[in-house]
């Protein structure tokens, strides 16, 4: 009666996050074909943690399944305040390194809020770091300069603190080439400037020693002036 038909919806419904999960997209269409409803999401917080959480999109971001995101996105799944835990959605392709996930999430945003979603924080009660910064705290330089490009060129205070904070979070975790991207010369004068002024205001010795380096700097001195 009621409790097999439950059952049965549950399954389905557990069967869709996991194809989602596994980048299984014959499965996922299938399921979609069915009438799961596509922005169904099972509790972080529910006990059975083996099974998959969060929304189908959720669990394809998480795994780097880009070809199932993308099919999500086309079929209608949101990710407009979609979270996991404490991470929105594109931190968490950031924090994973999964850059086509970077790229087809950020695109599929309206531009008017797309810069929100850029310079969004992890609601972690710690680093509160940006999707760029978590990229550059775990070296994912492709994921990095994916974001890089969505990011408008202008001297946006909130825009200069969040790649200067970047900058200094690779260098100290030694990501050369995640530094060298975010004080490359397609960052203004000012972004770069903001990095030396990041580093001396909070006696970042070690970064200020990588910045000017006398063999290979990645500030000079017309970055100053």
Same mark, same amino acid.
């Given at each position: 009666?009621?409790? *097999? ?15 989602? +999960? ?7 269409? $299938?399921? #979609?074909?069915?009438? @799961? ?18 929304? /189908? ?13 993308? /099919? ?21 392709? *950031? ?12 695109? !599929?945003?309206?531009?008017? !809020?797309?810069?929100?979603? #850029?310079?969004? +924080? *992890? ?9 760029? +910064?978590?990229? *550059? ?6 994921? #990095?300069?994916?974001? #890089? ?10 825009? @200069?603190?969040?790649? /200067? ?23 203004? +004068? ?6 030396? !002024? ?6 970042? $010795? ?15 001195? !017309?970055?100053?002036?």
């Amino acid at each position: 009666g009621d409790h *097999a038909e439950g059952a049965a919806i549950f399954a389905a419904l557990r069967d869709f996050l996991e194809a989602a +999960q596994g980048g299984n997209l014959a499965r996922v269409e $299938e399921a #979609l074909h069915t009438g @799961v409803p596509i922005n169904f999401e099972r509790s972080v917080h529910e006990v059975y943690t083996c099974h998959p959480c969060g929304t /189908a999109i959720m669990c394809a971001v998480d795994h780097g399944h880009d070809h199932v995101v993308r /099919a999500l996105l086309n079929a209608g799944a949101s990710i407009e305040s979609q979270r996991y835990g404490d991470y929105p959605r594109l931190i968490c392709a *950031a924090i994973h390194g999964h850059h086509s996930v970077v790229r087809t999430l950020l695109a !599929s945003v309206n531009p008017l !809020s797309r810069l929100d979603h #850029l310079l969004g +924080q *992890a609601d972690d009660g710690g680093t509160g770091y940006t999707a760029l +910064q978590y990229a *550059a705290e775990c070296g994912h330089a492709k994921a #990095l300069e994916v974001l #890089l490009e969505f990011y408008p060129d202008d001297d946006y205070p909130n825009i @200069v603190k969040t790649i /200067a904070w970047a900058a200094i979070i690779s260098i100290l975790k030694g990501h050369a080439d995640c530094a060298a991207a975010l004080v490359s010369e397609r960052n203004c +004068q000012a972004r770069r400037a903001a990095v030396v !002024s990041h580093a001396v205001r909070h006696g970042l $010795e070690r970064a200020m020693v990588v910045l000017i380096d006398r063999d290979n700097p990645l500030i000079t001195a !017309s970055d100053l002036d």
